[in-house]
């Protein structure tokens, strides 16, 4: 089960959950039930009803209040509300001037406020009804039901909303209304269909990998299954197919990027820049661009978009004051204003390109992530919040670049980007880790001498330790760090104590090697990155998981062990290869 929805009751719990949240501004009728906002604008002559099946909210109620809808009448999840229920919600609601009905296009909704506006004209309250019929998907000549009503209701009830706050009769809200619709178009998509409240499992099932074009907000399938596309071009697809639809108009519009339930705000205000960059490319102003999930399918993984052609004054209409639960982001820009780029902070300056700057551990080091990246995700994803794959990968990509525009030095390239550019935890101290690397290339190129990398090592180790305080035995990246510092330590004190080969060979350990510094350490940075799969982690997101942890070894313990790695194969290429391959070590 993905839900916790109370077993019985589930709706009208969750009416008198949000009028607890705002009890100065909403009120609940049980029976029947509806919603109805307690502080009316003394201007408005005629009140907005809505309502459809329980399941998309924020829609409907979230707008229920002033500057929005005097009432809203919820059915059970995804069913039409009775019109008993939207007869009697109407006529407590109703205005000197009447009221508006604001129907989603769906048969049973239809319906019942068909049904509720003949109960309503036949007690002497005048009643008009806009219908909504925004999406693309259904709209097809061979169909007698029309298009759905969808994520565009959130725009005729905002404008509709304030244009009653300002005292417009009936006739006037009527006629907005059917403008706004007519000027209005959306399509959504999914990657995953919500959870069904009576089977608990997804409602339709999709391959990895795919998507389903055209998507209802009740689980409806969409009208095809397409490939999975990058997140831009599944943008532009969509853009193409609206503008395609949408009527000609104003080249002002209002772009709203709606969240289908289990979609985040970090996707939908990345999906509203992707948008945006669209409709600006094809010569529209997008007024009104406005990310956030306003008409929900439950727990459904999707987002939808809409577009609508703004007539002059609706800009100002969406902009109006609003005292309800649901509060709507402004706009983007005001109507003339130009477009203005992202403003980003100065840049220090970049180093003069050079031809003397060593790429071989930054190109090595790049090949053995990419090999690895999957792996180090999956290890993290078991322990942590699974991104250390990819924030290591995209610090190294950046490394990349640099050296690729700048000429620096590949280990300096990793520095500044690790420093710089890479967050979370590990990122910057693996950054302290390369800027002592990094001091230990001579400035010719040359390979650096067993003291130098020693001197580095201990002196990365000991910067990470005075930052975030790791000791061996922390199940941290440490565990591997130490032991290879250690190690080349070794190695240089047996090099300092005896230059000759042969009393050196006599004084190194039994398993180590005189000639093969490197491999030495970096044997030693994998046995302690592995030994790290039977620590309980003390420090850092796995410390969370307690004995979940036990088994895995830790993903940036065997990130620095990939690195010394990195360090033999290209210094020492005959003895690197008793060294496992990296795919081995990092097995999820």
């Not at 250390?388 to 500044?416: C, H, I, Q, S, Y």
Request: with cysteine; proline share 6%; aromatic share 4%.
């Amino acid at each position: 089960m993905s839900h916790f929805l109370p077993e019985t009751d589930a709706v009208l719990t969750a009416a008198r959950g949000l009028a607890l949240a705002h009890s100065g501004l909403i009120e609940v009728n049980s029976s029947p039930l509806y919603l109805r906002a307690r502080d009316a604008d003394p201007a408005r002559t005629v009140a907005l009803v809505s309502g459809g099946g329980s399941g998309h909210e924020p829609l409907h109620t979230g707008l229920l209040g002033r500057g929005g809808l005097d009432a809203v009448c919820p059915g059970e999840i995804f069913a039409s509300p009775h019109n008993r229920q939207i007869y009697e919600a109407s006529a407590a609601a109703a205005k000197s001037d009447g009221v508006l009905h604001i129907v989603k296009n769906y048969t049973g909704d239809v319906i019942n406020f068909q049904i509720a506006a003949e109960r309503l004209r036949h007690d002497g309250i005048p009643v008009a009804t806009v219908l909504v019929d925004d999406d693309l998907a259904t709209d097809s000549v061979d169909s007698a039901t029309g298009r759905r009503g969808t994520a565009a209701t959130v725009v005729v009830e905002k404008l509709l909303g304030a244009a009653a706050d300002r005292g417009a009769s009936l006739e006037e809200l009527a006629d907005l209304g059917r403008r706004i619709v007519t000027r209005s178009r959306s399509i959504a998509v999914a990657a995953r269909a919500q959870t069904s409240p009576t089977t608990v499992s997804p409602a339709f099932a999709l391959e990895q990998g795919t998507l389903d074009y055209g998507v209802g907000i009740h689980g409806e399938r969409g009208t095809r299954t397409i490939a999975r596309p990058a997140t831009g071009d599944l943008v532009r697809r969509m853009t193409d197919d609206l503008l395609d639809a949408l009527p000609d108009g104003p080249d002002e519009v209002l772009a709203l990027v709606n969240g289908l339930g289990a979609t985040t705000e970090l996707e939908l205000n990345a999906i509203a820049v992707l948008l945006s960059d669209e409709l600006t490319a094809r010569g529209l102003r997008p007024v009104l661009v406005v990310p956030g999930t306003f008409t929900a399918a439950l727990d459904m993984a999707g987002f939808s978009l809409t577009l609508t052609r703004l007539e002059d004054g609706w800009a100002e209409l969406w902009t109006a004051p609003t005292r309800t639960p649901l509060v709507l982001p402004r706009p983007s820009l005001a109507p003339g204003e130009p477009v203005s780029p992202v403003r980003t902070s100065a840049s220090s300056p970049a180093p003069a390109p050079g031809a003397g700057g060593d790429r071989a551990l930054l190109d090595r080091y790049a090949l053995t992530v990419t090999q690895v990246r999957d792996n180090l995700t999956k290890l993290d994803q078991l322990v942590g919040d699974g991104d250390f794959g990819d924030n290591l990968a995209g610090g190294v990509r950046r490394a990349v670049k640099l050296a690729d525009e700048t000429g620096m030095d590949g280990t300096a390239a990793l520095a500044e980007a690790f420093l710089n550019d890479v967050g979370g935890t590990s990122g910057p101290l693996f950054g302290l880790l390369f800027q002592h690397l990094a001091a230990a290339s001579p400035a010719d190129g040359g390979a650096p001498t067993v003291a130098a990398l020693a001197e580095a090592a201990a002196a990365g180790h000991a910067a990470i330790h005075r930052v975030g305080g790791a000791v061996p035995g922390d199940c941290t990246l440490v565990d591997a760090l130490a032991p290879a510092a250690e190690s080349l330590a070794a190695a240089r004190e047996n090099a300092d104590a005896d230059a000759d080969a042969d009393a050196s060979a006599e004084a190194a350990s039994a398993d180590g090697d005189a000639d093969a510094p490197l491999t030495d350490a970096a044997q030693a940075a994998i046995r302690g990155a592995l030994a790290t799969a039977s620590l309980r982690p003390r420090r850092g997101r796995a410390s969370y998981v307690g004995d979940h942890a036990l088994g895995v070894p830790d993903p940036g313990a065997l990130a620095v062990a990939l690195l010394f790695m990195a360090l033999a194969d290209i210094h020492e290429p005959a003895t690197a290869p008793r060294l496992p391959a990296p795919g081995h070590i990092t097995v999820p």
